[in-house]
């Protein structure tokens, strides 16, 4: 029974997921959200999905640095690059340098990811997305479904894959260039 209800819940969660990004990058393909004007609809969409895998990063390496902050140190040496980034990290006051600019960064991200997605259809005008009722375009332009989007795309999921694969997270090396940032 416990088997059936947590796969009825991933299928659920799969299908909320793949309902917000349909409804998401169909405004986003049309020029419905509230991106600033000018910004044609693939340069939105490119910045939507690299802000996200930006965050994800960001959110990643935190996990995995705290993940790796306790591996002896022979085991850390196997792998050079994640070694290299360890020691920038936890060299000096970086470490909590790092925190805070991170979450600052993360913070910002978000806000223009927010932007990004939020939907801006005035209901009422026959432009709703998929042709769906007036109440349910005024659900759509609250941005919850690029909430839902963000949360799971650009944050959990990182979280999890650098929480069981810490090292191999640490080992890419765009993870020294955002130390560096």
Same mark, same amino acid.
């Given at each position: #029974?416990?088997?059936?209800?947590?796969?009825?819940?991933?299928?659920?969660?799969?299908? !909320?997921?793949?309902?917000?990004?349909?409804?998401?990058?169909?405004?986003?393909?049309?020029? $419905?959200?509230?991106?600033?004007?000018?910004?044609?609809?693939?340069?939105?969409?490119?910045?939507?999905? /690299?802000?996200?895998?930006?965050?994800?990063?960001?959110?990643?390496?935190?996990?995995?640095?705290?993940?790796?902050?306790?591996? %002896?140190?022979?085991?850390?040496? $196997?792998?050079? /690059?994640?070694?290299?980034?360890? $020691?920038?990290?936890?060299?000096?006051?970086?470490?909590?340098?790092?925190?805070?600019?991170?979450?600052?960064?993360?913070? !910002?991200?978000?806000?223009?990811?927010? $932007?990004?997605?939020?939907?801006?259809? !005035?209901?009422?005008?026959?432009?709703?997305?998929?042709?769906?009722?007036?109440?349910?375009?005024?659900?759509?332009?609250?941005?919850?479904?690029?909430?839902?989007?963000?949360?799971?795309?650009?944050?959990?999921?990182?979280?999890?894959?650098?929480?069981?694969?810490? #090292?191999?997270?640490?080992?890419? %090396?765009? /993870?020294?260039?955002?130390?560096?940032?």
């Amino acid at each position: #029974l416990q088997s059936i209800f947590f796969w009825v819940r991933v299928l659920l969660s799969l299908a !909320v997921l793949g309902f917000s990004f349909a409804v998401t990058l169909a405004a986003l393909f049309q020029g $419905k959200t509230a991106m600033w004007e000018g910004v044609p609809a693939g340069a939105s969409i490119a910045i939507f999905f /690299i802000l996200m895998c930006f965050v994800g990063l960001m959110e990643g390496m935190q996990i995995a640095l705290f993940a790796v902050v306790n591996l %002896p140190e022979d085991e850390l040496n $196997k792998t050079k /690059i994640a070694a290299t980034n360890c $020691k920038l990290t936890f060299a000096g006051n970086n470490f909590a340098a790092f925190l805070i600019g991170r979450q600052i960064l993360v913070t !910002v991200c978000m806000f223009v990811v927010a $932007k990004i997605t939020t939907l801006n259809i !005035v209901p009422g005008e026959g432009d709703n997305i998929f042709g769906v009722s007036d109440g349910l375009q005024n659900f759509f332009n609250t941005g919850l479904l690029g909430a839902i989007i963000t949360t799971i795309v650009a944050s959990l999921a990182w979280r999890i894959v650098a929480s069981s694969f810490a #090292l191999m997270f640490m080992s890419n %090396p765009l /993870i020294y260039l955002i130390i560096r940032l």
